[in-house]
């Protein structure tokens, strides 16, 4: 059974940095290209970042470029998202989510997905 498990989420104040980890299960996780998404109250969950199976190639919203990074061990079967200079915008559930195909800004490509984790940015 294919488990996506996100951690990290947490509340903090808007400037602070956060890491939130994806560890997944039950898959062959380097076949994967791998996503971030968020979905804040009352809107519609939106992407954040994707990474190519190799981590070669990473893709972001405009709202986080230059303060979102992306990365994945292949080794640990892990995602990570490195949050930096937080915004109070940036107040969501984070999902990740995992893609047989190409690495894609577009969630109805993603097979699997995690059942989030909050974070909180307070001004």
């Known amino acids: 059974q294919v488990q996506l498990v996100e951690s990290g989420g947490g509340l903090v104040q808007a400037g602070d940095s956060l890491r939130v980890s994806c560890a997944a299960s039950?898959?062959?996780?380097?076949?994967?290209?791998m996503g971030w998404f968020r979905q804040a109250p009352g809107k519609e969950r939106r992407f954040v970042a994707t990474?190519?199976?190799?981590?070669?190639?990473?893709k972001y919203a405009d709202s986080v470029k230059d303060r979102f990074t992306i990365s994945r061990d292949n080794a640990k079967n892990t995602v990570y998202l490195q949050m930096n200079r937080l915004e109070p915008e940036d107040t969501a559930v984070y999902y990740c989510?995992?893609?047989?195909?190409?690495?894609?800004?577009?969630?109805?490509?993603?097979?699997?997905w995690g059942q989030g984790t909050q974070v909180s940015v307070s001004s």
């Open positions: 039950g898959l062959t996780f380097s076949s994967y290209a």
């Open positions: 990474i190519s199976w190799n981590g070669a190639n990473t």
């Open positions: 989510a995992a893609n047989l195909g190409p690495y894609s800004d577009y969630p109805n490509g993603y097979l699997h």
